[in-house]
């Protein structure tokens, strides 16, 4: 597996929210390599990422199972269990089966990666997330060499998920990665914000963050990974094929059917504020733009 991408800034850098490390996310770190994930570090890349605030983050998001309005996630969401949790890791696997959301935790290296978040409708936000790379999760069950993607599920709940009555969506919510994007070390599972436990609205216990694609790749509060040799169908694809394709990678040169992604609306910027222009993989090319050489973008949108 490729080195640890360091992260560029850390939160304590820009904000004090830096200080609230609570329990879970800090025996999670400390149990494996540390707590050095967690510390401040140099790195290489733009210094422009300055967090949105934890309440930016927390009270205005996209999970339709709770509703389709910004403000639903964080009204209805409390109504979600999250203890206990566990994982269901099958398909392509060497050890398949249900691991415990606590398991998990006491094995990862958790750490901060502070990312830009693009929305396909064109807003988007810097979060200060805490999570572990996928890649290290997918080790603990061991992926055989006949996998070539991994698909993702959302708990289905429609007692605790008011939104799920609506058929907005085929649920459950479903994505999926090609298996060299998983395991890409930029993408992770989140499981903290500012270093508390990540908020029910943005996925509690545990979400993907693919901080190079549309934020509707990033599935919230995962209860299933399965790895196949086909491309796993993705909610919004089956809504929209036309509109939503499998890769959805951040692309300023390729249009929504219905609206221009060559800028962005930054949530937070206030009334007046520019927009901003939208970078290729959302500024994170040298990262991932190897991984779709040879291939045309606009083709597999
Ligand atoms: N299960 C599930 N995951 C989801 C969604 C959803 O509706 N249901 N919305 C997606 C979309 S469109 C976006 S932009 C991000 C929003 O994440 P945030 O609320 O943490 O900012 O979650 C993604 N993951
Ligand atoms: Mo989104």
Same mark, same amino acid.
């Given at each position: ?12 850098? +820009? ?71 566990? +994982? ?38 810097? @979060? ?20 070539? *993607? @991994?698909?993702?599920?959302? @708990? ?61 790749? $990033? ?15 993705? &909610? ?7 509109? *939503?394709?499998?890769?959805?990678? @951040?692309?300023?040169?390729? $249009?929504?059917?219905?609206? $221009? ?22 500024? *994170?090319?040298?990262? +991932?733009? $190897? ?6 973008? &606009?083709?597999?949108?």
């Amino acid at each position: 597996m490729a080195g640890r991408y360091k992260s560029p800034l850390t939160a304590s850098d +820009v904000t004090p929210e830096h200080a609230w490390l609570n329990r879970r996310q800090l025996m999670a770190g400390a149990a494996g390599l540390g707590l050095a994930g967690l510390a401040g570090r140099a790195g290489a890349a733009p210094g422009d990422l300055e967090p949105n605030d934890w309440e930016e983050i927390t009270s205005y998001n996209n999970y339709y199972e709770f509703g389709t309005g910004k403000e639903d996630p964080a009204r209805h969401a409390d109504q979600l269990t999250i203890d206990p949790w566990t +994982v269901r890791i099958d398909g392509l696997v060497d050890r398949p089966g249900d691991y415990a959301f606590d398991d998990i935790m006491s094995q990862m290296t958790i750490e901060e990666r502070i990312y830009r978040f693009r929305c396909v409708e064109a807003w988007s936000m810097v @979060v200060p997330w805490n999570g572990f790379e996928l890649a290290d999760l997918l080790d603990l069950a061991g992926v055989q060499p006949s996998a070539k *993607y @991994v698909a993702f599920e959302t @708990v289905l709940r429609p007692d605790e998920m008011p939104g799920t009555a609506y058929k907005m969506l085929d649920w459950p919510y479903v994505e999926g990665l090609r298996l060299d994007e998983a395991v890409h070390p930029l993408t992770i599972m989140a499981t903290g914000i500012y270093g508390r436990d990540i908020p029910k609205q943005n996925g509690a216990p545990l979400r993907l963050v693919v901080p190079w694609k549309y934020g509707f790749k $990033s599935i919230k509060s995962v209860v299933r990974i399965t790895l196949t040799d086909s491309e796993p169908p993705t &909610a919004w694809n089956k809504a929209n094929a036309r509109e *939503y394709g499998f890769y959805s990678n @951040v692309n300023p040169e390729v $249009s929504h059917p219905r609206w $221009s992604q060559a800028t962005e609306r930054e949530i937070g910027g206030g009334l007046f504020s520019p927009r901003k222009p939208t970078l290729m993989f959302n500024g *994170y090319a040298d990262e +991932v733009a $190897s991984l779709y050489e040879g291939m045309d973008l &606009a083709e597999n949108f």
